[in-house]
């Protein structure tokens, strides 16, 4: 079965000040799906970014870095730098192969950004 | 363009009534989903469709009934509405292993 833990359930800092936001998964698939998804206080949910699980390679998109490590079964999610804008709920999620399309969510983060 | 749209936004209602929720993509996806986000913003899977095809049911009331009339829609109907169905429903689609995208949700309030 699958499962994705977001151990840090509020996170909050000082504008500019550097965050990681913490997420670990469980699959006893070898081929699998993660991703990363914000919802902002508007609501909608807004995609980040996905990974396969044979890409380990990890990625930077301007003030956003991600570390995908299989040994410790961890994809995490750096904000550099952050801003007032970036304040949310961020959500880590897990599609394996074998369940079809079935997209399992972690519990998310609401990430605080304070001026 | 939206890709997946859903509608209404927001919808209020009083219990013991029967609602439904549209939702359409234009990405030519072949599986839509549906999602209910709590009040803990917890995000957990209602139903899945490929392809018209009825994938994932997962343990929800049988008052929730999904209809896909082809795959760029899928409706939810909802009978005999609960407070406890207060939530925000979303809509998704995605391809074959790639990245679900959502509709902006729909806040259903029950009173």
């Known amino acids: 079965a699958q499962k994705v833990t977001q151990a840090q359930t509020e996170i909050s800092v000082v504008e500019k000040e550097d965050v990681t936001l913490d997420c670990v998964y469980e699959t006893r698939d070898t081929t699998y799906y993660l991703f990363w998804y914000k919802q902002p206080p508007s609501g909608e949910l807004v995609f980040l970014i996905r990974r396969n699980s044979f890409d380990e390679q990890n990625e930077i998109s301007g003030r956003y870095s991600w570390n995908f490590q299989k040994s410790t079964s961890s994809f995490n999610f750096t904000i550099t730098a952050s801003q007032v804008v970036d304040s949310a709920v961020y959500f880590c999620?897990?599609?394996?192969?074998?369940?079809?399309?079935?997209?399992?969510f972690g519990e998310g983060t609401q990430l605080t950004v304070n001026p | 363009d939206t890709a997946v749209s859903q509608t209404p936004k927001y919808l209020v209602t009083q219990m013991g009534n029967d609602k439904s929720i549209k939702c359409e993509q234009n990405l030519g996806h072949d599986t839509m989903y549906w999602y209910k986000q709590d009040s803990k913003k917890f995000l957990k899977i209602m139903f899945s469709y490929n392809n018209k095809e009825l994938i994932i049911n997962e343990t929800v009331p049988n008052r929730f009934s999904p209809k896909s009339p082809d795959k760029a829609h899928l409706n939810l109907h909802i009978n005999s509405l609960e407070l406890g169905d207060s939530a925000v429903y979303f809509c998704a689609s995605s391809g074959a292993s790639t990245e679900a995208f959502f509709g902006q949700g729909t806040r259903l309030t029950v009173v």
């Open positions: 999620a897990l599609k394996e192969e074998t369940s079809g399309s079935r997209l399992t």
